[in-house]
């Protein structure tokens, strides 16, 4: 694995050892950013945590908590790592566990590689080239990571059921029309399964689900680590506008709509 791979997954299970300790904490100090979304102490000491690994490698870094660089600066970049340091914020304001620590690297405009951490559950997801993994930890520190023990994972095929991520009680009119479709074309029953975060990718790329449509909403440090692990799992992560591959280090680092999907 490459070394910066390994720094990346040790910084991510680092910033979720942070994560959980402030999770246990009676006061998370909830603020609210200028677009109304949620900011805790738990979002900021995770992506100092993760600044202070990935600077190391001297590549330049897109991270959700970061001042962003304008988009002149930006386009010079070959490539950049892409973070979420605390994905699901208004999960882990809910104590629900299902927040995660999200690291992606990016070569020209390309995801290459991601890692998702999900540290209430002590359980990381990783991929580059033609393979994705799971490994579950027995503690939160990252010496207890090793990638020989960590399990392949890969989407299954559809046989019965068809599973779709998405929410049961705030599923907008776009997501029940594609499930709709979805009835026409396969005339199958559908079954909707919900996560937070960045988790939802998890569930397409490790069988578990079969495809994610997100017609809401989502920045690029929502969505690269998970589409990076999707790739290697052998899954696209299709843009419905371009109806190609979503790119990244864009001019507008706003996504538009996309699916991922396991049917044919």
Known sequence: MDKNYKLAIEASIRAGNAIMQIYLEDDFEVEAKNDESPLTKADIK?????????????????SEENQQKDFSEREKWDSCWIV?????????????????????????????????????????????????WKQELNSFLPEDFNHDESQQIS????????????????????????????????????????RGSSLK????????????????????????AG????????????DKKSGEEMLYNRKNLLNNYFVVSALE
């Open 46 to 62: 995770a992506n100092d945590i993760i600044n202070e690994y990935l600077e190391k490698t001297g590549i330049p870094i897109i």
């Open 84 to 132: 979420d340091p605390l994905d699901g914020t208004k999960e882990f304001i809910k104590r629900n566990g299902e927040f995660t620590v999200n690291i992606a690297f990016a070569v020209n405009n390309s995801v290459e590689f991601g890692v998702i951490y999900v540290p209430a559950q002590k359980t990381i997801y990783y991929g580059y080239s033609d393979k994705s």
């Open 155 to 194: 989407p299954t095929k559809v046989e019965r059921k068809i599973r779709v991520v998405g929410s049961r009680s705030h599923m907008n009119d776009d997501t029940k029309e594609f499930i709709s479709h979805l009835k026409e074309r396969y005339s199958e029953d559908i079954e909707v399964v919900s």
């Open 201 to 224: 990718f998890c569930l397409v790329a490790e069988g578990n689900a079969d495809v994610y449509p997100r017609f809401a909403p989502t920045m690029e440090w929502d969505t690269a």
């Open 227 to 238: 589409q990076a692990i999707c790739k290697a799992a052998g899954l696209k992560v299709i």
